[in-house]
């Protein structure tokens, strides 16, 4: 006697209707706390952390094998040893940017809106007693910003040969990601999510809250780590480190702290440089923008995924 065949599904959990309840209750608020109304925001923020949600996505996500229908199937692929694996684990910045302006602050398997990491930090340092978030318990995580947690998801599992290229990743939700870990698409019983369009939206995860970033700690430069730019632009416009430069760039929102220079989010992430005979900072302010004036090799920018000319310092260049 053989098993009845399950048809295929579109995701591995229907979603439910406060997931969408909950999206306008957090608009709301980032709106408030832009028009200065922080004890507004704060209750809002409070209100759209629903016991509901929260049971909704647990424990799907952190038991993955329970949504397995099949172990093993005839012809599905198998995971590789990992020296055969795409050796980029992770999507370049470059492909998480084509992929999310392809999907949108949407998942491609559910359809719920998702909320990219970095806004989550930002909220959750405006009003960290209405948004907890304890990375190490998910009990005492944010449940709307648990289940609105933007991933960025291998089709093809990467421990099955999966690349890290954009036809292979989609805009996922916590609960598909996770959910889905290392399984396939035929042991999940699921739909291949690259068989349906995206599906526009007006939605666009709070990046409005990315400009609302609380400024940290900035102790002062070590004098001894770090000349000024005006000084080693006056005595050698051209040379630092036998390297030649023609510009200044200028990073909005960093500081400098001992022997290294730390950034504001850039293209969503965080990033870090050394400082030293090959880069040379000092803070400084633009149009009332506090950040650091930089010179240094733009290569230093290209090996992380950008632009040097976006960087540009506007009060010089040559």
């Known amino acids: 006697m053989t098993s009845a065949v399950l048809p295929p599904r579109l ?52 038991k993955p094998h329970l949504n ?66 304890q990375a190490s318990d998910p009990s005492k995580q944010h449940a709307a910003f648990q289940c609105l947690w933007l991933q960025y998801d291998h089709v093809v599992p990467h421990s099955h040969g999966g690349s890290s290229a954009e036809e292979n990743i989609v805009i996922s939700c916590a609960l598909c990601n996770f959910g889905k870990d290392r399984y396939t698409l035929r042991q999940l019983g699921l739909c291949d999510p690259r068989l349906r369009p995206p599906t526009p939206v007006l939605w666009n995860g709070l990046e409005c809250l990315r400009a609302c970033a609380l400024p940290r700690s900035r102790p002062p430069k070590a004098p001894a780590a770090n000349r000024d730019v005006r000084e080693v632009l006056e005595a050698a416009p051209s040379k630092i480190g036998g390297l030649a430069y023609s510009n200044a760039f200028f990073l909005p929102g960093s500081w400098i702290q001992g022997e290294y220079l730390y950034t504001a989010p850039i293209a969503g992430k965080e990033r870090w440089f050394k400082i030293g005979q090959e880069l040379i900072a000092e803070p400084v302010t633009r149009n009332g923008i506090t950040g650091c004036r930089l010179l240094c090799d733009p290569g230093l920018f290209r090996r992380r995924g950008l632009s040097p000319e976006a960087l540009l310092d506007p009060e010089h260049s040559d």
């Open 11 to 62: 995701f591995i959990k229907e979603p439910i209707p406060a997931i969408f309840e909950v999206c306008s209750l957090l608009s709301a608020a980032a709106d408030s706390h832009l028009n200065g109304e922080h004890e507004v925001a704060e209750a809002l923020f409070c209100q759209a952390d629903m016991r509901e949600i929260w049971n909704w996505i647990n424990p799907d996500w952190e």
């Open 68 to 133: 397995v229908r099949n172990h093993q199937l005839e012809g599905d692929t198998l995971e590789i040893p990992k020296t055969m694996r795409d050796p980029v684990r992770h999507p370049p910045l470059h492909v998480k940017a084509a992929v999310l302006a392809r999907d949108g602050y949407r998942c491609r398997y559910c359809g719920i809106p998702v909320i990219h990491a970095d806004i989550r930090k930002i909220a959750h340092a405006l009003y960290p007693d209405a948004i907890p978030w």
